[in-house]
T-cell receptor, first 112, second 112 residues
Framework: DQQVKQNSPSLSVQEGRISILNCDYT??????FLWYKKYPAEGPTFLIS?????DKNEDGRFTVFLNKSAKHLSLHIVPSQPGDSAVYFC???????????FGTGTRLKVLA | NAGVMQNPRHLVRRRGQEARLRCSPM?????VYWYRQLPEEGLKFMVY????????ESGMPKERFSAEFPKEGPSILRIQQVVRGDSAAYFC??????????FGSGTRLTVV
């Protein structure tokens, strides 16, 4: 039962353009969402998060949008840079829990 | 302030041997989590520990797997009588509370 889904295993974007990574979830109890970035042979590093009381959170080039009614969130990277090439994982948790449920990841490749 | 330290980075074991994976949390972090990433999958929660206590081991296989976080020393994930299906990347994370994970670089276990 995949509660967090990233349906695009890979995405290629030209440098300077926008990258949009999508994530869907099924559990309506989830109220905290995170994006992690992972380079090969390294652990995931936290990128940005959003609580369900918000529908947008921005941090520099990274913006996360949350659509609760659609149970959908997306990560926008503008402008995309070659150093952004990595696997991006969406994760979700419910209040008072410590378990993060991860999606399967989207491999982003930013072409110079 | 060193990050979460995991060792070894790579571990090769023959079927039937034991694997011991170590995790030293960040200074000041008393919560440790272990996640496993199978090939082409997202990270899956295994166990949550605080010093000397297992809080939640609901993601651990019932047999052959155990975890500890002693009063002194690193957290240990132990896999007895390894099988090929145990080959995966094992990530440890630590936090000062129940959010704000920092992940280590992982241990890649290969069972031959």
């Amino acid at each position: 039962d995949q509660q967090v889904k990233q349906n695009s295993p890979s995405l290629s974007v030209q440098e300077g353009r926008i990258s949009i990574l999508n994530c869907d979830y099924t559990n309506s109890m989830f109220d905290y969402f995170l994006w992690y970035k992972k380079y090969p042979a390294e652990g995931p590093t936290f990128l940005i998060s959003i609580s369900s009381i918000k529908d947008k959170n921005e941090d520099g080039r990274f913006t996360v949008f949350l659509n609760k009614s659609a149970k959908h969130l997306s990560l926008h990277i503008v402008p995309s840079q070659p150093g952004d090439s990595a696997v991006y994982f969406c994760a979700a948790s419910a209040s008072g829990t410590y378990k993060y449920i991860f999606g399967t990841g989207t491999r982003l490749k930013v072409l110079a | 302030n060193a990050g979460v330290m995991q060792n070894p980075r790579h571990l090769v074991r023959r079927r039937g041997q034991e694997a011991r994976l170590r995790c030293s949390p960040m200074k000041g972090h008393s919560h440790v989590y272990w996640y496993r990433q199978l090939p082409e999958e997202g990270l899956k929660f295994m166990v949550y520990l605080q010093k000397e206590n297992i809080i939640d081991e609901s993601g651990m296989p019932k047999e052959r797997f155990s975890a500890e976080f002693p009063k002194e020393g690193p957290s240990i994930l132990r896999i007895q009588q390894v099988v090929r299906g145990d080959s995966a990347a094992y990530f440890c994370a630590s936090s000062p509370g129940t959010h704000g994970y920092t992940f280590g670089s992982g241990t890649r276990l290969t069972v031959v």
